[in-house]
């Protein structure tokens, strides 16, 4: 059980990396898919061990259900959907202030391209 759990936990460190460093949020993730070509858009990674692997399209994909959460078979409010109906709850003279200073905060936020993406 234990090396299980150990195992899982060096898993998930570097499936963390990975998300930290090559990851990122497509502008418009239709046309991306579209266009994307193994050998221009594949990025390599070294693991621990020394065995490299190839992360293809997922460098964008995996990023995509915060703004298309039914490709998780979710029900559920996108980020920017989320983001504007909370604003919208609030009184018309405040909501224009919160539109003009949104702050993004945690660890999903840190995507390349989200600030344009939203």
Do not use: W
């Not at 570097?14 to 990025?43: G, M, P």
């Not at 992360?55 to 959907?81: G, M, V, W, Y």
């Amino acid at each position: 059980y234990q090396r299980r759990v150990r195992d899982d936990f060096r898993d998930s460190e570097i499936a963390r990396h990975i998300k930290e460093k090559i990851c990122h949020i497509a502008l418009d993730f239709e046309q991306k898919l579209e266009s994307y070509t193994i050998d221009n858009l594949s990025s390599n990674y070294e693991l621990p061990d020394g065995q490299i692997i190839k992360i293809k399209n997922q460098t964008f994909r995996c990023t995509e259900p915060l703004f298309q959460p039914s490709l998780l078979a979710i029900d559920s409010l996108s980020i920017h959907e989320a983001i504007y109906s909370s604003i919208m709850k609030t009184d018309d003279s405040m909501s224009q202030y919160l539109l003009n200073n949104i702050i993004l905060a945690g660890g999903n936020t840190m995507f390349p391209g989200i600030v344009n993406r939203l």
